[in-house]
């Protein structure tokens, strides 16, 4: 059984930063695809950034140029560095983990694992 925990979530002005972490206990970190995702009130959970056990990377357009995922497999923990912040970034951020590892993902069903979600306000 894997488990994510995330941390890092809080309060920022805007063009503020933030580094999310989510740290995985249970299994085999380095063979996993980590993906990122947020969801605000009555919306569905939307993909931002994705890193394959490789080390590629992908992002949503929408984060491109502002947002970074990396992994650190020593720590069994992926980051994500958030700058130039927008109050429309205000939602609750989920890290996510495909234990099968082929390659990153971008969906929701493609992952097999959640955290429980850390809240990201941008004020305006």
């Known amino acids: 059984q894997v488990q994510l925990l995330e941390s890092g979530g809080g309060s920022v002005p805007a063009g503020g930063s933030l580094r999310l972490s989510c740290a995985a206990s249970g299994g085999s970190f380095a063979s996993y695809s980590m993906g990122w995702f947020r969801q605000t009130p009555g919306k569905e959970r939307d993909f931002i950034a994705a890193i394959s056990w490789t080390g590629t990377t992908y992002y949503a357009d929408s984060v491109k140029g502002r947002f970074t995922t990396s992994r650190d497999n020593g720590k069994n923990t992926v980051y994500l560095q958030m700058n130039s912040l927008k109050p429309e970034y205000t939602a609750v951020y989920y890290c996510?983990?495909?234990?099968?590892?082929?390659?990153?993902?971008?969906?929701?069903?493609?992952?097999?694992?959640w955290g429980q979600g850390t809240q990201v306000t941008v004020s305006s």
């Open positions: 996510a983990a495909d234990t099968y590892g082929l390659g990153y993902r971008i969906r929701t069903d493609e992952y097999n694992y």
